[in-house]
Structure formats: C-alpha cells, structure tokens
C-alpha cells in the first residue's frame, strides 16, 4: 500500500485533481482546503499550522471520495453540508439555492433602508433562510417572516433558525405573498428566481447540481419577479420597500415593471464588482 500523505502533501494532490477537471471550480485551492478541513473536523488554519501531520487512511479515503465528486462539479456546500453567509454557518442541502456572498449586498440594503430597531419584514423565497437570519441576527427585535413555496427550503430554514437561536424568525410555507397578513411589512425582500429558462450557463459550474425551479423563471427570467411586484402590493404598509435581487443585464427590465407596479422612488443597487445586483421601490 502506498504510503498515507500529510496534509500539505494531500492537499497538492487535491488541487492537482481538481484543476484537470473541466469547468469545476475557478477556486481550485480553497475548494481543497475545505473539504480536507471538513474531514479532518478542523478550520482551514489548522491545516497550516499542523501541515506535516499524516492523514489516516479513513481520512484520506474520504477525501478522495469528496475530491471525486467535487471533480465532476458537486457543488463543495453540498458536499460538507454547509455555508457560510454573514458570518452565519447556514446548512445546506440540494432542495435550495446555495446563497452567494454577492446576496449579502440585499442585506445591507434593507439595514439601510431601515435603520430603526421595530420593522415586519418578509424574505420571500427563503431557501436555507440566509436573508431573514442575517436580518434577525442584526436586528433582534425585528418581526421576520421566512417563506418558501418548497417543504424541503421550510425544513431547512427552520434548521437552521433552531440551530442560530433566532427564534424570532416565523418559517412559513407560502407561494410567494399568498400566506401572508395584509398592510403589515414595512419591507418585503427576495433572491427569486430569475434566469432565463434557455440560459446556456445552466448546464455550467455548480448551478447544474442546484434545483431548477430555484434559478429559472420564463423565457425572460422575470415571470416571479412579476408575481411578486403585484402580490407584494397586498402585504407592503403605505410607504414600505420591496427590494430583489436580479440578473446583472435586468435592472432596467425590473424597474420597469416595479414602475408600472405604481412603486416610487425606484432605483437599482451595485454589489462590490460594480454589478447591478438588486432593484428597489417604495409602495
């Protein structure tokens, strides 16, 4: 048998394997280190400072098995079960969308948008419940609603709002505004979906391991975005926002429709690249 490597050793062979692979990850280093961190049951700091230390071969089995599905695109948070999302530690799980670091750009939007200590607000389409919980944990005295059409995303946001001890945070199941109150959100929030159906990066990356009717929405990508103008109308008190997240090359499309939704004040947000990542109204 060959010999079992050490950490500096499996981790070279980890980003060997990893950059032969076709279109997997433009992060080949960090991808490794979390897996092998994840085996381990350490961070990625212990790994540095104990570097020469020998894998077991349980170990090093199970990192190969994790290396080898990275290698044919299994997204890493699926692989370790978690995310993180504003300094949260989110589970994940193939029924929702992997939140992105670029979405935390919706979060320090709303904390602008309301700065006093009592709001209602509701993450639509919640998925893990990365918004609502990065909102909550900022915001205790916040009221947060977190819907999800799917019962795998309820399940989960309400793992991990158990889990973060923001029990403040309602889990509800609703087909975007459907099950909730009227006239009582100062501000309705949402990441829905909104790729076009035909978009050929979907067969690229890690989207291909995510759940469709998470990331599509008609021909144009904005059939919810339309739903979710006109729905949140009902659900927004006098002068409440509604605030989503959209595709870089949409802004213009989205507050159009806002605009014809009778929302005011309309105007578009740019995320740390410089990229158009949200719209925003006032009802």
């Given at each position: 048998?060959?010999?079992?490597?050490?950490?500096?050793?499996?981790?070279?062979?980890?980003?060997e394997l990893l950059q032969q692979a076709d279109q997997v990850s433009d992060t080949v280093r960090l991808d490794a280190e979390l897996l092998l961190a994840d085996v381990m049951g350490k961070d990625r700091t212990?790994?540095?400072?104990?570097?020469?230390?020998?894998?077991?071969?349980?170990?090093?089995?199970?990192?190969?098995?994790?290396?080898?599905?990275?290698?044919?695109?299994?997204?890493?948070?699926?692989?370790?079960?978690?995310?993180?999302?504003?300094?949260?530690?989110?589970?994940?799980?193939?029924?929702?969308?992997?939140?992105?670091?670029?979405?935390?750009?919706?979060?320090?939007?709303?904390?602008?948008?309301?700065?006093?200590?009592?709001?209602?607000?509701?993450?639509?389409?919640?998925?893990?419940?990365?918004?609502?919980?990065?909102?909550?944990?900022?915001?205790?005295?916040?009221?947060?609603?977190?819907?999800?059409?799917?019962?795998?995303?309820?399940?989960?946001?309400?793992?991990?709002?158990?889990?973060?001890?923001?029990?403040?945070?309602?889990?509800?199941?609703?087909?975007?505004?459907?099950?909730?109150?009227?006239?009582?959100?100062?501000?309705?929030?949402?990441?829905?979906?909104?790729?076009?159906?035909?978009?050929?990066?979907?067969?690229?990356?890690?989207?291909?391991?995510?759940?469709?009717?998470?990331?599509?929405?008609?021909?144009?990508?904005?059939?919810?975005?339309?739903?979710?103008?006109?729905?949140?109308?009902?659900?927004?008190?006098?002068?409440?926002?509604?605030?989503?997240?959209?595709?870089?090359?949409?802004?213009?499309?989205?507050?159009?429709?806002?605009?014809?939704?009778?929302?005011?004040?309309?105007?578009?947000?740019?995320?740390?690249?410089?990229?158009?990542?949200?719209?925003?109204?006032?009802?």
């Amino acid at each position: 048998m060959a010999a079992l490597p050490d950490i500096q050793q499996a981790l070279a062979k980890a980003c060997e394997l990893l950059q032969q692979a076709d279109q997997v990850s433009d992060t080949v280093r960090l991808d490794a280190e979390l897996l092998l961190a994840d085996v381990m049951g350490k961070d990625r700091t212990w790994l540095y400072t104990w570097s020469d230390k020998l894998l077991t071969l349980e170990q090093w089995q199970k990192y190969q098995a994790l290396l080898a599905e990275r290698a044919i695109g299994q997204p890493v948070a699926y692989l370790i079960g978690y995310r993180e999302f504003w300094g949260l530690n989110l589970k994940v799980s193939p029924d929702t969308l992997i939140p992105r670091p670029d979405t935390e750009a919706l979060v320090e939007q709303v904390l602008s948008l309301l700065p006093q200590n009592e709001a209602c607000i509701a993450d639509l389409g919640t998925g893990t419940g990365a918004i609502a919980l990065a909102l909550a944990s900022e915001k205790p005295d916040w009221q947060v609603y977190a819907c999800d059409y799917q019962p795998g995303a309820v399940a989960l946001a309400t793992q991990n709002r158990d889990q973060l001890g923001l029990k403040q945070v309602k889990v509800l199941q609703s087909d975007w505004c459907q099950a909730l109150p009227d006239n009582a959100f100062d501000l309705i929030v949402s990441n829905p979906p909104y790729i076009e159906a035909d978009d050929p990066h979907l067969s690229q990356g890690d989207v291909r391991f995510e759940p469709l009717s998470a990331l599509t929405s008609g021909p144009d990508g904005l059939d919810d975005i339309r739903v979710i103008c006109q729905q949140s109308q009902r659900c927004l008190k006098q002068g409440g926002w509604l605030l989503l997240e959209h595709g870089y090359n949409q802004a213009a499309a989205v507050q159009e429709i806002m605009l014809g939704n009778g929302y005011k004040e309309v105007a578009s947000l740019q995320d740390l690249a410089g990229v158009d990542r949200a719209t925003y109204g006032r009802w």
